[in-house]
């Protein structure tokens, strides 16, 4: 299949179809898109084709999330390269092992979502210029302490941001499930860095944890639910409370997400 | 007092008002799937949602369908890792490190938190308590206890990823994602204590070529699970993709 012949069969399964089955086949095409893109570079804008109306709306939005997300992969991408070439990581450790990995996704995530929004008929937003020191407060590049700070503040955010846009993706199956199945690897990611810092690989309350600054906190706020669905979960059983925010991590708005990722935007 | 938007059954229409809904879901929240059963429970289509015991297999257990249905699929799960980990944490296996142990504990927590949450959540909907078969689990080793929690953890991951899309009320699709991450930073906290490989908290192995976590069928996943339940377990009539 060429690209072409790829990309219009996507923008014809676009939201406004209620068949299961072109769902199925949508969630097909983009999930394969990444590889797909790589392998046949073709400037894509152009292969973009003409929507109905009726589509245009929610589909516009779906865009709109993922270009959010792109934001997000943007900056996270271009932070593990630059931190993995700044030296600033002990080189040939299991840490920087560990570092390599999460680059690898994070800049797979990047041309996955261009490849996505491309393919939905939407212009994915240029990568911005990034300031990783917010204004001389952090050293991440210098300061391997400052490099593990940002990077688990970047994973749990990612987690909070791609749960609080999931209900915005309903309807349109296949990038729902991408955008579930990124929000995973950003909480392996999360736990990961958290254990190397010392943490558990969860939330506890809405603490930051040892030893990241009062500026990270925003990246915290609003963990500490203890109800859920109405049910108030210390209820539920003798653990109490700081098992039960554990147990459930919390979304974030795209503008508490926006407030946050800004901070390291020139 | 509950309008149509607000049912968190999956009967609600796809195209309705969804801040509507979320607002009305939040404010009766509290009143959850069981209350809803009450107030429907005059509804032909609602009755056919809630899972019976078939008469001639009494162990067989039917997850239902709908929004019900898949929340029991996840309470099948949540019931099967809490069962799994409250038998490890009660005859921990020799050598256990302090580390370990915190782990375990935790992971014990948590997911008794979530099986007794859909208990709660799902009221008279819900499936009853299922029975494990552990038989193939050597308790007293670290290697059979570790491995049997990476897979469950996995396979958690896995299976949410999968059903998201499966769900109508963007209610419980947040509640879904509140929990799934918490799976996957269990994976990978497993994965940290038990593999050798560095990259093993987020490896190859689940994760794909476009940075993507495994999303299963319920199909899929049922299958797996079933080595571990001996409740025979009936998900035909939970929604497909």
């Known amino acids: 299949m060429t690209i072409f012949n790829l990309l219009d069969r996507i923008s014809a399964n676009l939201p406004d179809t209620q068949q299961a089955t072109s769902r199925r086949a949508l969630f097909t095409s983009v999930a394969d898109l990444g590889k797909k893109m790589a392998v046949a570079a073709v400037p894509i804008g152009a292969a973009t084709t003409v929507y109905s109306p009726k589509a245009f709306a929610q589909e516009n939005s779906v865009i709109d999330v993922l270009n959010f997300a792109l934001l997000l992969e943007y900056l996270e991408s271009e932070y593990y390269i630059k931190g993995l070439d700044s030296g600033v990581i002990p080189s040939g450790s299991d840490e920087e092992k560990v570092f390599m990995q999460i680059s690898k996704h994070e800049s797979a995530h990047v041309e996955f979502l ?10 994915p937003i240029d990568k911005p210029e990034f300031d990783f020191s917010a204004r001389g407060n952090f050293w991440p590049f210098h300061k391997y302490k400052d490099f593990l700070v940002l990077s688990q503040a970047f994973e749990d955010t990612g987690v909070r941001a791609y749960k609080g846009q999931a209900a ?14 990124i929000h995973s690897v950003e909480a392996s990611h999360a736990s990961k860095v958290r254990r190397i810092r010392g943490l558990k690989g969860w939330i506890t309350e809405d603490e930051r944890g040892d030893g990241m600054p009062a500026a990270t906190q925003a990246v915290y706020d609003g963990e500490d639910q203890l109800v859920q669905a109405g049910i108030d979960l210390t209820s539920l059983t003798a653990f109490g409370a700081d098992s039960a925010t554990e147990s459930y991590d919390e979304p974030l708005t795209k503008e508490e997400v926006t407030a946050i990722a800004s901070l390291f935007l020139v | 007092m509950f309008t149509t938007t607000s049912r968190p059954d999956g009967l609600a229409k796809p195209k309705e008002n969804q801040r509507n809904s979320r607002r009305s879901f939040l404010k009766y929240g509290s009143a959850s799937l069981a209350a809803a059963g009450v107030v429907f429970s005059g509804c032909k289509e609602l009755e056919d949602l ?9 162990k067989m257990v039917s997850l239902g369908s709908g929004d019900i249905g898949i929340l029991n699929y996840a309470y099948t799960l949540e019931q099967l890792e809490a069962a799994f980990y409250e038998m490890v944490m009660l005859k921990p296996y020799g050598g256990m490190t302090f580390e370990e142990a915190l782990i375990l504990e935790d992971l014990k927590r948590h997911e008794v938190i979530h099986r007794e949450f859909y208990q709660k959540v799902l009221g008279k909907d819900g499936i009853p308590a299922l029975e494990f078969d552990f038989s193939g689990i050597d308790f007293s080793s670290r290697h059979s206890v570790l491995s049997t929690a990476r897979t469950f953890e996995d396979l958690g991951v896995a299976a949410y990823n999968g059903a998201g899309q499966l769900l109508e009320s963007p209610d419980l699709l947040l509640i879904a994602g509140k929990i799934v991450s918490v799976e996957a ?10 593999d050798t490989d560095p ?43």
């Open chain 1, 114 to 123: 261009k490849a996505a929004i491309s393919g939905s008929g939407g212009d």
């Open chain 1, 168 to 181: 915005n993706l309903i309807g349109n199956d296949a990038v729902l499930t991408a955008a579930l199945q």
């Open chain 2, 50 to 58: 809630i899972p019976k015991p078939p008469k001639d297999k009494p």
């Open chain 2, 185 to 194: 930073r269990h994976a990978a906290a497993i994965k940290s204590v038990f």
């Open chain 2, 199 to 241: 990259t093993a908290f987020a490896g190859d192995d689940v994760i794909d070529e476009n940075g993507l976590g495994q999303a299963l069928s319920t199909k899929t996943v049922l299958a797996s699970a079933a080595a571990f339940i001996k409740t025979e377990i009936d998900g035909s009539d939970l929604p497909k993709a």
